[in-house]
T-cell receptor, first 113, second 115 residues
Framework: KNQVEQSPQSLIILEGKNCTLQ??????????LRWYKQDTGRGPVSLTI?????NTKSNGRYTATLDADTKQSSLHITASQLSDSASYIC????????????FGSGTRLLVRP | NAGVTQTPKFRVLKTGQSMTLLCAQD?????MYWYRQDPGMGLRLIHY???????AKGEVPDGYNVSRLKKQNFLLGLESAAPSQTSVYFC??????????????FGPGTRLTVT
């Protein structure tokens, strides 16, 4: 069964600190992996999209990594800011379904001053 | 360029009532999607459309109908609302199939409560 699991479920860090969020997936055949940021009361916004051949992708202070062999991805946030407080969702696309994405349930991050 | 917009933002319905959620996009995207988001769960696909005049069922289509009469609009209908349909509904659009690396853009969501 195609699944995406994220850890931790929630995380609290102090402003300025770094953190890493994890994503494990069992989706096959793999097409691409996406990380989204969802602010409270808003729709998800794309941070990165990675294909099978990409190991690392950055978007400002956000860096995503992908290990397609172990089916794991991580999202590293550097020098966190209060505005990073949000849910971060890992999403995987399967090659055999052009229109369906498999969403993780997200990691809720709270950055405290 | 407003991106993806949704109306209404909030709605409370009584069991058995009907309503239509409207999604509009101004990016000339071919593909549009309706999702629901429930606490502790990932977004789930209700229906999607690959172009004007086309619709298809997603993962959780029961109790919902959709129409795509114009390329820029995708309507989600609830004919007889049930408490199990209490959720946050998101519309999204993309310019290509999701197996490509094209972005999928989401609207701000509609929070629906069915009492």
């Amino acid at each position: 069964k195609n699944q995406v699991e994220q850890s931790p479920q929630s995380l609290i860090i102090l402003e300025g600190k770094n953190c890493t969020l994890q994503c494990n997936y069992t989706v096959s055949p793999f097409s691409n992996l996406r990380w989204y940021k969802q602010d409270t009361g808003r729709g998800p916004v794309s941070l990165t999209i990675m294909t099978f051949s990409e190991n690392t992708k950055s978007n400002g202070r956000y860096t995503a990594t992908l290990d397609a062999d172990t089916k794991q991805s991580s999202l590293h946030i550097t020098a966190s800011q209060l505005s990073d407080s949000a849910s971060y969702i890992c999403v995987v696309s399967a090659m055999d379904s052009s229109y369906k994405l498999i969403f993780g349930s997200g990691t809720r991050l709270l950055v405290r001053p | 360029n407003a991106g993806v917009t949704q109306t209404p933002k909030f709605r409370v319905l009584k069991t058995g009532q009907s309503m239509t959620l409207l999604c509009a996009q101004d990016m000339n995207h071919e593909y549009m999607y309706w999702y629901r988001q429930d606490p502790g769960m990932g977004l789930r696909l209700i229906h999607y459309s690959v172009g004007e005049g086309t619709t298809a069922k997603g993962e959780v289509p029961d109790g919902y109908n959709v129409s795509r009469l114009k390329k820029q609009n995708f309507l989600l209908g609830l004919e007889s609302a049930a408490p199990s349909q209490t959720s946050v509904y998101f519309c999204a659009s993309s310019n290509a199939q999701l197996t490509s690396s094209y972005e999928q853009y989401f609207g701000p969501g509609t929070r629906l409560t069915v009492t």
